[in-house]
T-cell receptor, first 113, second 111 residues
Framework: GAVVSQHPSRVICKSGTSVKIECRSLDFQATTMFWYRQFPKQSLMLMATSNEGSKATYEQGVEKDKFLINHASLTLSTLTVTSAHPEDSSFYIC?????????FGSGTRLTVV | DAKTTQPPSMDCAEGRAANLPCNHSTISGNEYVYWYRQIHSQGPQYIIHGLKNNETNEMASLIITEDRKSSTLILPHATLRDTAVYYCIVRVSINDYKLSFGAGTTVTVRA
């Protein structure tokens, strides 16, 4: 079956620092990866779509300079939250699209203090 | 805007079947309907997907109406571990691989 590994599962960082979240497809090649954020008691909100080797496409209202996405290979995408602030605290989830459909990572709980 | 609508919540007795409805009246002819569930503080877990025919796997059954405007996910024998938010999802458009998440249905299985 398709497995997507997302790390770290939770991270606490100081305001103003940057945090990198990794998303790996372990047993399949992901043609497209998606990044979501989720606030408490709300649904998943798509942030951006990335394809291997090309620039990510961001949803309206998502700052591309703040949420840097790199999709360097067919199995790895990273999301870097730059100069994090408390309002960036959220649950971030990646998803990979491939031959098995859509597979989601286990999520990263980011807390900015 | 989400392309699917679901009831916000549903209670189910342990051991009984849970029937979760979903409306997707604007779905295109070749778009799949996907069902995922999310247990608190975890990533969404795949349940089942279908196009036109009814589908069944070890987790659930999916019944799609003939006009494809709605579907029902059936959990045949609900357990306490099935308590989760269930999302019925379609793609944003036939030409776009992005998924359109609605609010989902919070299913609570009670002993």
């Amino acid at each position: 079956g398709a497995v997507v590994s997302q790390h770290p599962s939770r991270v606490i960082c100081k305001s103003g620092t940057s945090v990198k979240i990794e998303c790996r497809s372990l047993d399949f090649q992901a043609t497209t990866m998606f990044w979501y954020r989720q606030f408490p008691k709300q649904s998943l909100m798509l942030m951006a779509t990335s394809n291997e080797g090309s620039k990510a496409t961001y949803e309206q209202g998502v700052e591309k300079d703040k949420f840097l996405i790199n999709h360097a290979s067919l199995t790895l995408s990273t999301l870097t939250v730059t100069s994090a602030h408390p309002e960036d605290s959220s649950f971030y989830i990646c998803s990979a699209s491939g031959q098995y459909g859509y597979t989601f990572g286990s999520g990263t709980r980011l807390t900015v203090v | 805007d989400a392309k699917t609508t679901q009831p916000p919540s549903m209670d189910c007795a342990e051991g009984r079947a849970a029937n979760l409805p979903c409306n997707h009246s604007t779905i295109s002819g070749n778009e799949y309907v996907y069902w995922y569930r999310q247990i608190h503080s975890q990533g969404p877990q795949y349940i089942i997907h279908g196009l036109k025919n009814n589908e069944t796997n070890e987790m659930a059954s999916l019944i799609i109406t003939e006009d494809r405007k709605s579907s029902t996910l059936i959990l045949p024998h609900a357990t306490l571990r099935d308590t989760a938010v269930y999302y019925c999802i379609v793609r944003v458009s036939i030409n776009d691989y992005k998924l359109s998440f609605g609010a989902g249905t919070t299913v609570t299985v009670r002993a």
